[in-house]
């Protein structure tokens, strides 16, 4: 069974920096898309950053020139650093990634528990 474990997450002040991580684990054989998203109170979750396997990068328009994604294929890791950070940036930030546990086969959506971020004006 594939787990996702974020870390990083916590209490900043506006203008500072956070570097986000996620750690797969389990039965790999691949990973496809890896992407951070975030969820505030009273709001949907929404997509932060993607990144493909072969380095393809989509950011939402709210953080482009703020946040930069990347990974580390070898591995199994995310990472999402996070700087001029903002009060709006406040969120639970959600690791997710298409994994493939077995050749020939399709990938499965796996999520992380969830890491708080908090920015404070």
């Known amino acids: 069974q594939v787990q996702l474990v974020e870390s990083g997450g916590g209490l900043v002040q506006a203008g500072g920096s956070l570097r986000l991580s996620c750690a797969a684990s389990?039965?790999?054989?691949?990973?496809?898309?890896m992407a951070w998203y975030r969820q505030a109170p009273g709001k949907q979750r929404e997509l932060v950053a993607a990144?493909?396997?072969?380095?393809?990068?989509n950011y939402a328009d709210s953080v482009k020139g703020r946040f930069t994604i990347s990974r580390d294929n070898a591995k199994n890791t995310v990472h999402l650093q996070m700087n001029s950070l903002k009060p709006e940036d406040t969120a639970v930030y959600y690791c997710?990634?298409?994994?493939?546990?077995?050749?020939?086969?399709?990938?499965?959506?796996?999520w992380g528990q969830g890491t708080q971020v908090t920015v404070s004006s």
């Open positions: 389990g039965r790999i054989f691949s990973m496809n898309a």
């Open positions: 990144i493909s396997n072969g380095g393809y990068t």
């Open positions: 997710n990634a298409a994994i493939v546990e077995r050749p020939y086969r399709g990938s499965i959506d796996c």
